[in-house]
């Protein structure tokens, strides 16, 4: 069981608007930024989002971060296809030793 | 140009120790802020951390998994090597290493490589 909790899918026609959340605690959502990778089937993930809401560079502003209090959300605006993939978030927990911890995953698919 | 790949047996037996090796290139690990990262991910589950290297040799574990994990570099040659010993058919997952960058702003795994499959089977 992941530590941060994703919603296991999500969903929409192309051209809509599909949020993902990501629900932490206070040692990690709470205390630290967080990350959000993409997943095309069969590929290795890919730096989506980092400190919150920042885009590396190539990757399209459709794609938004944000974070409020231990929770985060990623959201896609004009789905497109090539989205359909799985997302996750993590996030650095404060712990004894410190860990990354990463959510379950959401599997976005484009209807 | 950042690249990493993973290396190592595809197949190992129930107990064995199984060393893998990511080789990296295109940054250098010993800037301050620079590390690699072993994340894995069971057939159709999801990501997992397992370990960090940072560029000062500082590591750190998974919980879970510290007992059995253990990361070390040859920065001569590139090379981020994870050994996990008492492998167990649980821990057949793909195996990826990563570039984590800690340089501000932020810390995030910035480059994945391809990943290498490890099935545990007698």
């Known amino acids: 069981q992941s530590v941060l909790t994703q919603p296991p899918s999500a969903s929409g026609t192309p051209g809509q608007r599909v949020t993902i959340s990501c629900s932490g605690s206070t040692s990690d959502i709470g205390s630290n930024t967080v990350n959000w990778y993409q997943q095309l089937p069969g590929t290795a993930p890919k730096l989506l989002i980092y400190?919150?809401?920042q885009r590396p560079s190539g990757v399209p502003d459709r794609f938004s971060g944000s974070k409020s209090g231990t929770s985060a959300s990623l959201a896609i605006s004009g789905l497109q296809s090539e989205d359909e993939a799985d997302y996750y978030c993590a996030a650095w927990q404060d712990s004894l030793n410190g860990a990354w911890v990463f959510g379950g995953g959401t599997k976005v698919s484009v209807l | 140009q950042i690249t990493l790949k993973e290396s190592g047996p595809t197949l190992v037996k129930p107990a064995q120790t199984l060393t893998l090796t990511c080789t990296f290139s295109g940054f250098s690990f010993t800037t301050r802020g620079m590390g690699v990262g072993w994340i894995r991910q069971p057939p159709g589950k999801a990501l997992e951390w397992l370990a960090l290297l940072y560029w000062d040799d500082d590591a750190r574990y998974s919980p879970s998994l510290r007992s059995r994990l253990t990361v070390t570099k040859d920065t001569s040659r590139n090379h981020v090597l994870l050994t996990m010993t008492n492998m167990d058919p649980v821990d057949t997952a793909t195996y990826y290493c990563a570039r984590f960058n800690s340089i501000w702003p932020g810390r995030y795994f910035d480059f994945w490589g391809l990943g290498t499959l490890v099935t545990v089977s007698s």
């Open positions: 400190k919150n809401n």
